[in-house]
């Protein structure tokens, strides 16, 4: 089984930063992408940022564009959300995912095989 397991998560005012780390063990498996995703209260799962692993080719969706920041350390099996001018709209819990088949869509949360708990991620006005 693969774990992945989220930190960072927090209360911060309006304009600051936060930073997510998730770090995946339990049985080796392929990564293709791995990703962030966030929910707020009564509100859909969406997209937030993803990595593809082999490449390290980013992807945001456009609200997080220029503000946060996703990476990986290959060696510690981890991948990182830098999240910089914080909005009060960013208010929510953020998901830790990875995919392990190729030809998936890095935006689309069906497409990812695991998923961490959850960190909860407060930005007071």
């Known amino acids: 089984q693969v774990q992945l397991v989220e930190s960072g998560g927090g209360l911060v005012q309006a304009g600051g930063s936060l930073r997510l780390s998730c770090a995946a063990s339990?049985?080796?498996?392929?990564?293709?992408?791995m990703g962030w995703f966030r929910q707020a209260p009564g509100k859909e799962r969406e997209f937030v940022a993803a990595?593809?692993?082999?490449?390290?080719?980013?992807y945001y969706t456009d609200s997080v564009k220029g503000r946060f920041f996703i990476s990986r350390d290959d060696a510690k099996i981890t991948v990182y959300l830098e999240m910089n001018s914080l909005k009060p709209e960013d208010t929510a819990v953020y998901y830790c995912?990875?995919?392990?088949?190729?030809?998936?869509?890095?935006?689309?949360?069906?497409?990812?095989?695991?998923w961490g708990q959850g960190t909860q991620v407060t930005v007071s006005s």
């Open positions: 339990g049985r080796t498996f392929s990564r293709y992408y």
């Open positions: 990595i593809r692993w082999t490449s390290g080719y980013r």
């Open positions: 995912a990875a995919s392990t088949v190729s030809g998936g869509n890095y935006y689309y949360a069906g497409d990812y095989d695991y």
